[in-house]
């Protein structure tokens, strides 16, 4: 179960740790939008040369109208994750403070940059910009859904800031709720010039695979981080999705109302199974149980792939299904509750 407890979406170490497991397998291991959007893919003729830079920059506006933020307060990376790793590599923080529980790659990318990581609690934050470089807050938290109020974090930044810090807030999670997030408050006012929000494209549109995020920043972090990159950070798929998925306010505003309703339809299918919900998102729900290592189990020997936590043993975390997929799922929730 460790391999699984690092990160969601290892169906192929799922198949051959479960070889008899029902196929196909359902994965509700990432809090990934199960309805993704109907994105046309790029041309031949793009997919056949390098992005122009300006390709590229019409994205990163695009997805910057979204934020309510300038263009040049945004850059396109390869996914979120890949930002991740790039602030860890360049920031040049040694003392990294991480409100915790958390996503666990943000540790894994500040550990391989050799930066001390310290976790903290939520009652320690103010004491936080005391003591660190840089911290990081995930906003909505993965995996307990916990959301800080955009004015705490801003007055963060700032706090970091007069000692020259950094304040990362990870917004994977914010497209899916009706909030602005802090995105909006890069570079605003003097307050928030250490502050970066992180932003993902593929788990609210639900095309991960395309490997679209964003960092926005201050602009003089972004040159920098421009800098690093080169000028073709994404592809002309990740590109053609964006410009079109951004400019597409109804089918964010259908979406994010259907996503509410399925995971209300998610907590009562897990209660009725036994387990508790203790938080979340609409993209994700985490579920308790004194059994839920055992269930864990047993949901992946039918073929559902769940994500459960080493540090929390008794905690589950599921994604949405398909909607074809909820039969089978309610069927085998209702078995492992057993």
Not at 96 to 110: D, K, Q
Not at 153 to 163: E, M, N
Not at 241 to 251: C, N, S
Request: charged fraction near 20%; hydrophobic fraction near 45%; include cysteine.
């Amino acid at each position: 179960m460790e391999t699984f407890a690092v990160h969601g979406g290892r169906l192929g170490q799922a198949r051959r740790r479960f070889p008899g497991a029902a196929e196909p397998w359902i994965d509700l291991s990432t809090g990934i939008n199960p309805v993704p959007y109907p994105a046309r893919p790029a041309t031949s003729a793009a997919r056949g040369r390098l992005p122009d830079p300006e390709e590229t920059g019409a994205v990163e506006t695009a997805a910057a109208r979204a934020f309510g933020v300038g263009a040049d307060a945004v850059l396109a990376t390869a996914g979120a994750e890949a930002a991740i790793r790039l602030l860890a590599s360049c920031l040049g923080a040694r003392h990294v403070g991480i409100l915790e529980p958390a996503y666990g790659g943000h540790g894994e990318a500040w550990r391989a940059v050799g930066a001390t990581v310290t976790g903290f609690a939520l009652g320690d934050l103010r004491e936080a910009a005391e003591r660190f470089d840089a911290v990081v807050v995930v906003n909505p938290n993965n995996p307990d859904g916990a959301i800080l109020p955009g004015d705490a974090l801003v007055d963060l930044a700032g706090r970091l800031g007069a000692r020259d810090g950094w304040l990362i807030v990870d917004e994977a999670f914010v497209e899916a709720s009706s909030a602005p997030g802090v995105a909006a408050s890069v570079g605003s006012h003097w307050a928030a010039e250490r502050l970066i929000a992180l932003r993902s494209f593929g788990k609210f549109y639900g095309l991960p695979g395309l490997r679209l995020g964003f960092v926005t920043a201050h602009s003089d972090l972004i040159a920098r981080l421009r800098l690093r990159l080169g000028e073709w950070p994404v592809g002309a798929d990740a590109i053609a999705a964006g410009l079109q998925a951004y400019a597409d306010e109804v089918w964010a505003t259908k979406t994010r109302r259907r996503l509410a309703e399925e995971a209300a339809r998610l907590d009562a299918l897990l209660v009725r199974s036994g387990m508790e919900v203790v938080g979340g998102t609409s993209l994700f729900r985490l579920a308790a149980a004194d059994n839920a290592q055992n269930r864990f189990m047993r949901l992946a020997e039918a073929g559902i792939l769940t994500r459960p936590f080493d540090y929390a043993p008794h905690w589950l975390r599921f994604g949405l299904p398909h909607p074809d997929h909820w039969p089978r799922l309610e069927a085998t929730l209702q078995e492992s509750a057993s």
